[in-house]
C-alpha cells in the first residue's frame, strides 16, 4: 500500500506555527544580523539562482539539479571519491549527490539532508516566471525559493566555505540532497531508499533536516527559532457499517447508514487523552510567556505535565485546533460513502477516518480507542495504511546548546522553540531508522505569510543571506 504521507512539510507548518491566523502584511524586515562574507552572499545567491532555473518538479526529476551540484562541490575542491550520485535503477529521473567532508573521527558523523525536488508551479497562476530567480521589493522569487533550494545553497555554501578554510571538523559532515520529498510516495521517496540501499554512505549518529524548524517574525519583529525533534504519525482508517439491504418502501431497523452515523457522533464527541511530552512541555512553556491570562495559565499547566489541572487546561488549549493537536492524537472523520440506490436500504456505509498520532503512541493502541469511541462491535475498523515508527527525537542537549548560542550571537534575545510538527518531512524517515533527527534552519518568515508550494513562492533576501550564516555557524558548531 502506498503511504499517504504528507510532504511538504514547509507549507504545512513553516512560519505559522503559533499564530496561524495571522494576516498576510507587507511587514518590513529587521534589520539583518550578522551576515556572512560577500563571496559567500554571491555564490549562495548564484547557486540559489542555478537550482530555482532547474525545473525539478516530480515529473522532470533531479538529474539536472543534482548534476549542478555534484559540480559545484567539485569547483570548491572535494575529491571526486567523496561524491556520489546515487540514482535508484527503477527511477532514473531520480538522482541524489551525497558528500562528505571528511572529519577527524572523534563522533559520528553528522548528516543534513535537503530535498532538490520542488512542486508543480504554473507559470499562468504567477507574477513572475517561477523557474527563474527573480529579486524584488527586499525578496527573491521563485518555485523552491523557500521550500528548499534556499537551504540546499545555504548548506552548498557552507560546505564550500568549510573547505576553503582547511577546516577539519571532528566529526564526518555527510550532506545528501535528494528527490522526491514533495511528491511522489514511499516507492520514490529517496532518503528512503538511501537508508534502505545505501545506509553506510549516511549513516550518521545525527540529522539536520533544514526542510523544518525556521524562523517566526511577526510584523518584522523575530519571535522564535523552531527546533523541530518529532513528528505526529499518520494513520488513516476505515469505518465500515453493513446492514442488510431491501426495498426503501420497508425499512428495517438495522440501517448502516444509521449505524455509522451514530457512531461518528459518539467519535466526535470523545476526544483522545491529553499528554505532554518533553518537547511539548518546552513548546508550552516558552509560548505562555507570549501569553495572558487564562491561556498564559493554562500553558503553564500543561507545561508541567499531568498533574493538578492538566486535563482541564489542555481541554480549554484544544478549543484552538493548533495547541490542541500539540496535546492529543487526533482522529476526524474525512470522508464519507453509503447506499447504492435511492430507492434501496443501504448495504454499507463507510467512513474515512484521518488520524494523527503522537510519537508516543502506537497504532493498535489508536485503533482500539477508536473502536471504544465507536462502541458498535459491528463497525469494522480497517487499517489503509500502516505507517513507520516515528519517535521523537530526545531534545538533544548539544543541538539545543549549539543552537541557542548562534541565535544569541546573531540575533540576542530570540529562543529556540522546540516543536513537533502535526505534518511529516524526510526526517520520518530518519527517525525511523534511528537516526536523532532535527529541523533546524535559521529562515525568518513573516507569520501568516508562507508561500511554500503557493503562487509567487519567496524568501526575504536578508533572511535568505542571514541563514547562509546561521548554517555555516550551526555546520560548525555540531563538528568542533
Ligand atoms: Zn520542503
Known amino acids: 500500500m502506498i503511504q499517504p504521507r504528507i510532504p511538504g512539510l514547509r507549507s504545512v507548518l513553516a512560519g505559522g506555527a503559533l499564530f496561524l491566523c495571522g494576516q498576510a502584511t507587507a511587514a518590513p524586515f529587521p534589520p539583518p544580523g550578522p551576515l556572512p562574507p560577500a563571496q559567500d552572499q554571491a555564490l549562495a545567491r548564484d547557486i540559489l539562482a542555478q537550482l530555482v532555473g532547474i525545473n525539478s518538479t516530480f515529473d522532470h526529476g533531479t538529474v539536472a539539479a543534482a548534476e549542478a551540484v555534484r559540480q559545484r562541490l567539485l569547483d570548491a575542491g572535494f575529491a571526486p ?29 553528522v548528516l543534513y539532508i535537503g530535498h532538490l525536488d520542488v512542486v508543480e ?45 582547511g577546516y577539519v571538523p571532528n566529526r564526518d559532515i555527510i550532506v545528501a540532497f535528494t528527490a522526491d520529498e514533495e511528491a511522489g510516495d514511499d516507492t520514490t521517496n529517496c532518503v528512503r531508499w538511501l537508508i534502505a540501499e545505501h545506509r553506510d554512505v549516511i549513516d550518521a549518529g545525527l540529522v539536520i533536516n533544514p526542510d523544518s524548524g525556521l524562523g517566526d517574525m511577526q510584523q ?79 500553558m503553564l499547566t500543561v507545561s508541567k505535565g499531568p498533574g493538578p489541572g492538566f486535563e482541564a487546561a489542555a481541554e480549554r488549549l484544544s478549543v484552538t485546533p493548533l495547541y490542541g493537536s500539540q496535546l492529543r492524537t487526533t482522529c476526524v472523520a474525512t470522508m464519507l460513502t453509503a447506499g447504492q440506490q435511492e430507492n434501496a436500504l443501504p448495504d454499507k456505509a463507510q467512513a474515512t477516518i484521518q ?126
Not at 507574477?127 to 523552491?144: A, H, M, N
Request: aromatic share 8%; proline share 8%; glycine share 6%.
Open 355 to 480: 488520524c494523527r498520532v503522537l510519537p508516543d503512541e502506537t497504532v493498535a493502541a489508536t485503533q482500539a480507542a477508536l473502536a471504544e469511541r465507536f462502541a458498535d462491535p459491528k463497525i469494522t475498523l480497517a487499517v489503509v495504511y500502516m505507517p513507520a515508527p516515528n519517535p521523537e527525537s530526545p531534545l538533544d542537549p548539544a543541538v539545543l546548546k549549539a543552537a541557542q548560542s548562534i541565535s544569541q550571537s546573531m540575533w540576542p534575545g530570540v529562543p529556540i522553540l522546540p516543536l513537533m510538527s502535526v505534518g511529516a518531512d524526510d526526517s520520518v524517515y530518519t527517525r525511523a531508522a534511528g537516526m536523532p533527527s532535527y529541523g533546524l534552519s535559521g529562515t525568518f518568515n513573516e507569520i501568516g505569510d508562507n508561500r511554500a508550494h503557493a503562487r509567487d513562492e519567496r524568501v526575504g533576501v536578508a533572511a535568505f543571506y542571514e541563514n547562509v550564516e546561521f548554517t555555516y555557524r550551526l555546520m560548525k558548531a555540531l563538528t568542533r
Open 121 to 165: 508551479a504554473r507559470p499562468e497562476d504567477w507574477s513572475v516566471d517561477p523557474f527563474k530567480l527573480t529579486e524584488k521589493d527586499g525578496f527573491f522569487y521563485g518555485r523552491g525559493a523557500f521550500d528548499m533550494k534556499d537551504e540546499d545553497a545555504a548548506v552548498l555554501d557552507a560546505l564550500t566555505r568549510l573547505k576553503r578554510e
Open 220 to 298: 518584522g519583529r523575530r519571535l522564535d527559532v523552531n527546533l523541530q525533534t518529532a513528528e505526529k504519525t499518520y494513520v488513516t482508517y476505515t469505518a465500515t457499517a453493513n446492514s442488510p439491504g431491501g426495498h426503501s418502501s420497508l425499512p428495517e431497523a438495522d440501517n448502516a447508514i444509521y449505524r455509522l452515523s451514530e457512531g461518528l457522533v459518539r467519535l466526535s464527541k470523545a476526544p483522545f487523552p491529553a499528554s505532554a511530552s518533553p518537547t511539548t512541555k518546552a513548546y508550552f512553556a516558552y509560548l505562555a510567556t507570549t501569553q495572558t491570562g487564562q491561556v498564559h495559565d493554562d
Open 81 to 109: 571519491s567523496d561524491i556520489q550520485m546515487l540514482i535508484p535503477a527503477a527511477f532514473p529521473t531520480k538522482a541524489n549527490v551525497v558528500v562528505r567532508l571528511r572529519g577527524s573521527g572523534k563522533a559520528r558523523p
